[in-house]
């Protein structure tokens, strides 16, 4: 037993460490929590690709790209940034990373501490915190105050959006990351749903050129039926004038010069 113990320790070491890779490629690949769900009632996660099971714990590990989505039922997320979304009913939000969530159903709120980042995705635009940056050798990004932002955004069943700022800042950013709409405290806005969508900026711009272009072709349509200093409708009122003043002459005329003036007509040229 003596002689065979030296042999089984050297065995089992070459089989710890053949197997050891495998160890550290499985800690790479495996994936943990970014935060954890308080639910309450009716609540879904995506467990494979439009495959839904029901979440039967209280609480409830939320993943890196998960989705939830809320029936009946509320849940409220803490996230591993210290952020807090609450999802309201009958909502579909995912997790894309720690910091960015993508909300493409209903409702959520949340509050977002001064010294932590995250961007809540609706449609096309994204709601964050504004960045304020100021020179120096490398870019740094100052909060504007020292208090948490609160608000809420509601995703309307007509694809327009509704972003509510209760306390601190937002600005709102669309799909090429420029600030179409900024929020102070206690300030609301309701957004489109082409804006929302993405197809606003196209169709704005075109709103403008054809309100201008109607303009410009009323100043052509009355420069072309403009005559000696008088439009259209002038003209028309003139001819009527005429007419009037016409029969008002023929009326009151003495009923001798009348015939005389009809026996000058000629039949014939």
Not at 149 to 168: A, F, M, R, Y
Not at 208 to 237: P, S
Request: net charge positive; glycine share 10%.
């Amino acid at each position: 037993m003596g002689s065979k113990f030296p042999i089984i320790v050297c065995f089992t070491f070459l089989l710890t460490v053949s197997g050891f890779p495998g160890v550290v490629a499985q800690a790479k690949d495996a994936k943990f929590p970014i935060g954890e769900m308080i639910s309450k009632g009716g609540v879904r996660f995506e467990a494979r690709e439009k495959v839904w099971k029901n979440i039967d714990s209280s609480h409830f590990p939320v993943f890196e790209k998960g989705k939830i989505k809320t029936e009946q039922g509320i849940g409220m997320v803490t996230l591993g940034n210290n952020c807090h979304v609450e999802i309201a009913q009958n909502s579909v939000i995912s997790f894309e990373q720690v910091d960015r969530v993508h909300l493409t159903q209903g409702k959520v709120s949340f509050r977002i501490p001064y010294s932590k980042e995250m961007t809540i995705k609706v449609g096309n635009l994204g709601v964050t915190k504004p960045r304020v940056q100021q020179a120096s050798k490398g870019t740094s990004i100052i909060p504007a105050r020292n208090e948490d932002t609160v608000g809420s955004i509601t995703l309307h069943s007509n694809g327009s959006v509704t972003i509510k700022n209760l306390q601190g800042s937002l600005s709102i950013l669309d799909q090429d990351h420029v600030v179409v709409a900024a929020l102070s405290s206690k300030e609301s806005i309701t957004i489109p749903a082409t804006m929302a969508s993405g197809r606003s900026n196209k169709m704005m711009a075109q709103a403008g050129e054809v309100r201008e272009g109607r303009r410009e072709t009323q100043n052509v349509i009355d420069q072309e039926w403009t005559y000696l200093g008088l439009n259209a409708i002038e003209w028309i009122a003139v001819g009527y004038v005429k007419a009037l003043l016409g029969g008002l002459i023929y009326f009151y005329w003495p009923e001798g010069d009348k015939d005389r003036t009809v026996e000058q007509i000629p039949i014939c040229p």
